[in-house]
Nanobody
């Protein structure tokens, strides 16, 4: 089992930057991939970014590519999402998730591929 706690959300203006953090516990952090998802009211939870166990490989959705950066610090059991050039359409609850059942090379992009979720943190971008 893995416990995840997100933090860093808030209210910002379009064009601003924000960094989200997700602290993990319960399993060895370096042994599972970590992802970020987001969900706006009335919409499906959508994939944002994923990073492999070592932090070497990453993948982003087209909507955030070039603006967001996912990273991890295995020594601190924490994954980050650096969000730059924020747009109003980025407004959503952001969730971090852990995949500890896939192999070390897999890049999970579907919500049902993840095994544990955080409670979410609200990000609101005003125009």
């Amino acid at each position: 089992q893995v416990q995840l706690v997100e933090s860093g959300g808030g209210l910002v203006q379009a064009g601003d930057s924000l960094r989200l953090s997700c602290a993990a516990s319960g399993r060895t952090f370096s042994t599972y991939a970590m992802g970020w998802f987001r969900q706006a009211p009335g919409k499906e939870r959508e994939f944002v970014a994923v990073i492999t166990r070592s932090g070497t490989n990453t993948y982003y959705s087209d909507s955030v590519k070039g603006r967001f950066t996912i990273s991890r610090d295995n020594a601190k059991n924490t994954v980050y999402l650096q969000m730059n050039s924020l747009k109003p359409e980025d407004t959503a609850v952001y969730y971090c998730a852990a995949d500890y059942t896939s192999n070390s090379y897999y890049m999970p992009k579907g919500r049902y591929e993840y095994d544990a979720w955080g409670q979410g943190t609200q990000v609101t971008v005003s125009s």
